[in-house]
Nanobody, 123 residues
């Protein structure tokens, strides 16, 4: 059974940084594309960033040049370094496995989300 455990969130002021982590178990981490998503209050969950098994990265426009996704395959862990945070980045952040087809940003395990980690950015 696949499991995602996200951590590293917190309350910060605008302009500060946070680094999120996501530990994956139950499936082969190193072979999979991994995605970060976020869900703000009252809004739908949205895709934020992706890293493929070969290390290619993609980001939604709103976070480009501020967020960096990375992975450590030996630790089955995904990271998300977020710099220059803005109040509009406030959300619960989740990770999930992505598809090999990079035209698809939806998660592979849409019924197996972790609890997420809360990021709150004050102005």
């Amino acid at each position: 059974q696949v499991q995602f455990v996200e951590s590293g969130g917190g309350l910060v002021q605008a302009g500060e940084s946070l680094k999120l982590s996501c530990k994956l178990s139950g499936t082969n981490f190193g072979f999979n594309t991994m995605n970060w998503y976020r869900q703000a209050p009252g809004q739908q969950r949205e895709w934020v960033a992706r890293i493929t098994s070969s290390g290619r990265t993609d980001y939604r426009d709103a976070v480009k040049d501020r967020f960096t996704i990375s992975r450590n395959n030996a630790k089955n862990t995904l990271y998300h370094e977020m710099n220059n945070l803005k109040p509009e980045d406030t959300a619960v952040y989740y990770c999930n496995v992505g598809y090999g087809n990079l035209a698809i940003t939806s998660p592979v395990f849409d019924s197996s989300w972790g609890r997420g980690t809360q990021v709150t950015v004050s102005s």
